[in-house]
C-alpha cells in the first residue's frame, strides 16, 4: 500500500507543479506621492497581492516603502505592511480600505543632538535616528480603468492616518495623503 501511494505521490506532484500557472493579475505595483499633513513632501512605493481571483470584492495584501520631508524638522523613512478590502463596482471606481503595521525611522534635522542619562546629566549623542512603530489606517478611492478599457490602470487616493510611536512617551498621530497609480 505505501509503495502505491509514494508511487502516485511522485508521478502525480510533478504534474501539479507543471499545471501551476503564474498569475499576473494576482500581484500589482503602484507608485505615488505621500504627503505628511499634506504640506511635508514624499513617495510611496508598494506591491500588492490578490489572494483571491478578480472579483467585485477583492482582499488586497500590501507592502509599502516610503518617506517624507518635513523641512527644517525631520525625514521619515518607513516600510510597512497592510491588509485591505476593495470593492469596483462595472463603471471602474471603487472604494478601499487598509489597516497596516509598519517600521519608521525618524532623522530629525538640525544641530546637536541630546540625551539625558539616568543621573540627569545631559549629553550630545550621535543622530543615528530614532525607530518607531508605525500603525496606520486609511480609506480611499479611485478608478479601474480596466473595467471600461485594455488599460490595466488604477488611479488611487487615500487619505490615511499613521501614529508613530514612542515620541515623547506617547504616540503621535499625523494624516497623510497618499495619491498615485497601480499597475
Known amino acids: 500500500m505505501n509503495k502505491i501511494l509514494w508511487s502516485l505521490l511522485i508521478i502525480g506532484f510533478p504534474s501539479l507543479l507543471l499545471g501551476q500557472e503564474i498569475k499576473t493579475d494576482k500581484l500589482n505595483f503602484s507608485v505615488g506621492y505621500f504627503g505628511e499633513t499634506l504640506t511635508h513632501p514624499g513617495v510611496s ?101 480596466s473595467q471600461k478599457t485594455d488599460c490595466k490602470i488604477k488611479i488611487f487616493l487615500r487619505p490615511e492616518l499613521f501614529w508613530k510611536a514612542p515620541f515623547n512617551g506617547y504616540y503621535l498621530t499625523h494624516f497623510a495623503l497618499n495619491v498615485g497609480v497601480i499597475f
Open 45 to 145: 512605493v508598494g506591491i500588492e497581492y490578490y489572494p483571491n481571483p478578480p472579483a467585485k470584492f477583492q482582499s488586497i495584501l500590501a507592502a509599502n516603502l516610503g518617506g517624507y520631508v518635513h523641512v527644517r524638522n525631520n525625514t521619515s523613512l518607513f516600510i510597512r505592511g497592510q491588509w485591505g478590502q476593495r470593492v469596483t463596482f462595472s463603471n471602474g471606481i471603487f472604494i478601499e480600505e487598509f489597516l497596516g503595521l509598519g517600521y519608521l525611522h525618524h532623522f530629525t534635522h538640525g544641530g546637536l543632538q541630546y540625551e539625558i542619562l539616568p543621573n540627569g546629566a545631559v549629553t550630545t549623542v550621535s543622530n543615528w535616528g530614532k525607530p518607531m512603530i508605525m500603525p496606520v489606517v486609511s480609506a480611499g478611492t479611485g478608478i479601474d480603468f
